[in-house]
Structure formats: C-alpha cells, structure tokens
C-alpha cells in the first residue's frame, strides 16, 4: 500500500473538507503510476508553502484513466467518451459548475493539447477507512 500527497489549490479547499469533493483529475505522470483501490491519500491546500494545510486523508476506491479532447469537447473515461448528465455529473464531483468548466479550467491550466489523466477517487478515513 502507497501514500500518494494531493495537493488543492484554495478554490478547492472547502469542497474537500466537507466531503464534497471526493475525487481528483490529475495529469498523467511520467512514470505512469497511478494509485490502487486501497492506497492512502492524504489531501493538502499550499502545499510546499508556508501555507500548507492538511485538509483530510482517506482510502482511494477507484482510478481510471480521463482524456479531455478540446476540440470537440469530449471527455473519455478508460477511452470510452461519455457526455450528457454523467460529464456534468462528474465535473460537479470534481468541484467544477459544469463539464464546459472543468474542460476550459483544463485547457486554461494545462495548455491547448488534450488533457491525459486519470481521476482518483477516494473514501474519507473518518468514514470508517483508514
């Protein structure tokens, strides 16, 4: 089991301490590592800032892979496109009004080309995991 620090920037902040928010988009890595079911998180605010914050921990219960197409605006989980009411599900769970934007904090954040990703979600260890 690994421990995989999650840093949020503040506009995210409240929405993880209240359990709101309990999932993360982060870009892929270079080594391809990616959290398991059963890893720990622990969640941040200012990370490697004098104001660090810990916001919470928990237990990852899913990881797949995301893909943001720009262009057309369409979002793949484990390369199969979803849309309607499950896109704008998913982009109100990571903190976001709509799927337009989360995708246009994507593209502003992380440059023109398509966003690769995977999305982790998580169990809060004060609900009974630690």
């Not at 219960?61 to 369409?74: S, W, Y």
Request: with cysteine.
């Amino acid at each position: 089991m690994r421990t995989w620090p999650f840093g949020f920037r503040k506009q995210f902040a409240p929405a993880v301490i209240s359990g709101a928010k309990r999932q993360t988009v982060r870009q892929e890595r270079k080594d391809r590592k990616r959290p398991d079911k059963g890893d720990r998180v622990t969640l941040w605010s200012g990370l490697r800032t004098a104001y660090c914050e810990r916001l919470g921990e928990g237990a990852v219960t899913g990881c797949f892979r995301v893909t943001i197409r720009f262009e057309d605006g369409a979002l793949l989980f484990d390369g199969e496109e979803v849309s309607g009411a499950r896109a704008e599900t998913f982009a109100q769970q990571d903190g976001f009004e709509s799927f337009k934007a989360m995708e246009d904090w994507f593209h502003e954040t992380h440059g023109p080309r398509d966003f690769h990703g995977c999305c982790v979600q998580w169990q809060a260890a004060h609900e009974g995991i630690a």
